[in-house]
């Protein structure tokens, strides 16, 4: 499939079925955290970036082949979805053909414009990202497309929060160094307390960033979590359990798994031995599309990961 993928285990969210409507990093921020790598396609244009007919179809295809496999059905992928023009159109049509709920991962840098917000009200869960207290911080990090402002994405929050009915989880991902001093942190807390989400998660990196500095924060910060957010501090845990794989072709469903999610190693072979693949043949397959240069292995936070060659 080519616009859908999964279900695959998801922390916030059991086991989600993906809609990714968007070519591989197209996105108008450029975060130093990025799991996909560098944005390559950067921009704030929103469009219908393939065929709505045909993501249509698929999505129709991949709920009746997976009914009663997912928790979730989750807007996410190679980019930001709300730069999906017909969002709305695509969130309608999941939504008549499942009774799970709907949930849009977004960075929420586009909440503040009417037709955005309109599209996202039909969902169930909003699921925003929120990293900086400030501008200087948030060009820091999201490194965001020139025409977003703070102040506009702060004002989106608050103004979405206000006329959604779903939930509305914000994630604030936690790096070393970067946003995890006490100044910073309160400074994230207070634009929180504006915003007044339903539910705060505090994420780190624990997936290979695309810069290499950026690294997950001690965990003697913990504490200071527990004094500034409450008790907001489910962090530090890699998802478990295995992928949905569709056939035993592996190199097609490698691909298609990690250009939106990268995956250690140890879940890559769990995943595939439940199609009978045995761990030395996941391993040879992975070094060949290594030397294909397709895939790329990457060590961090002492275990290995892999991720798609962009
Ligand atoms: S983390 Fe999300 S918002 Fe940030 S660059 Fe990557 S895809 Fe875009």
């Given at each position: ?198 539910r705060i998660?505090i ?19 913990i504490?200071?979590l527990n004094a500034i957010f409450g008790d907001y501090t489910n962090i ?75």
């Open positions: 499939m080519k616009y859908v993928y999964g279900p695959v285990p998801s922390r916030r969210l059991g086991n989600s079925l993906g809609i990714d409507p968007l070519p591989s990093k197209t996105c108008n921020y450029q975060c130093i955290y990025c799991q996909l790598g560098k944005t390559n396609n950067f921009t704030n244009i929103r469009k219908n970036y393939f065929p709505k007919k045909d993501t249509l179809t698929e999505i129709e295809k991949a709920i009746k082949l997976n009914e009663n496999k997912f928790d979730y059905i989750t807007f996410v992928g190679s980019g930001e979805p709300t730069l999906y023009k017909d969002l709305k159109d695509l969130i309608i049509k999941a939504k008549e053909l499942s009774e799970k709920p709907v949930c849009v991962i977004t960075n929420g840098s586009l909440l503040y414009e009417k037709e955005v917000q309109n599209a996202l009200i039909s969902s169930d869960v909003v699921l925003p990202s929120l990293d900086a207290g400030d501008e200087t911080s948030f060009i820091k990090i999201n490194r965001p497309h020139p025409s977003i402002s703070f102040d506009n994405l702060i004002k989106g929050f608050i103004d979405f929060r206000k006329i959604f009915k779903g939930k509305f989880w914000i994630e604030v991902m936690l790096m070393k160094g970067i946003n995890d001093t006490k100044e910073e942190l309160l400074k994230i807390k207070e634009k929180l307390d504006l915003i007044k989400p339903d998660d994420n780190v990196p624990i997936r290979p960033p695309v810069e290499k500095w950026v690294k997950i924060p001690d965990k003697n910060i504490s200071l530090f845990f890699p998802e478990e359990g295995t992928f949905k794989i569709y056939s035993s072709n592996f190199e097609n469903e490698i691909l298609s798994i990690l250009k939106r999610h990268p995956m250690r190693q140890k879940q890559i072979i769990e995943t595939f031995s439940s199609s009978g693949f045995s761990k030395n043949v996941v391993i040879s397959n992975l070094k060949k599309l290594k030397s294909e240069n397709k895939i790329k292995e990457i060590s961090y936070n002492k275990q290995i990961f892999w991720k798609i060659n962009i």
